[in-house]
């Protein structure tokens, strides 16, 4: 199993900064890819951006890029989401996700709220 420990949501205004954590413990492959997705309430979670153990991202959302940036730690198991300027659509609850290789387990952390209003 695996768990996944999410920290860094909040509220903040429009054109503001966040960063999101992600710290994940338990059986974790060497080989894997962590990512955030979120979602809105009554619609489908979205993938933010992923980053494998290797090093290479991905950011699917075109409303995130150049704004979004996803890091990770290897050596602690974590992985980051800095997010600035900020906007009130990107208002959702935000989900760590981790997929571990080859077998494609795939494991979520709880969910942090982030709001962005004036």
């Known amino acids: 199993q695996v768990q996944l420990v999410e920290s860094g949501g909040g509220f903040v205004q429009p054109g503001g900064s966040l960063r999101l954590s992600c710290a994940a413990s338990?059986?974790?492959?060497?080989?894997?890819?962590m990512g955030w997705y979120r979602q809105v309430s009554g619609k489908q979670r979205e993938l933010v951006a992923s980053m494998s153990t290797g090093g290479i991202t991905g950011y699917p959302l075109a409303a995130v890029k150049g704004r979004f940036t996803i890091t990770r730690d290897n050596t602690k198991n974590t992985v980051y989401l800095q997010m600035n300027s900020l906007k009130p659509e990107d208002t959702a609850v935000y989900y760590c996700?981790?997929?571990?290789?080859?077998?494609?387990?795939?494991?979520w952390g709880q969910g942090t709220q982030v709001t962005v209003s004036s």
């Open positions: 996700h981790l997929i571990n290789y080859p077998l494609g387990s795939e494991y």
């Open positions: 338990g059986s974790i492959s060497s080989a894997n890819r």
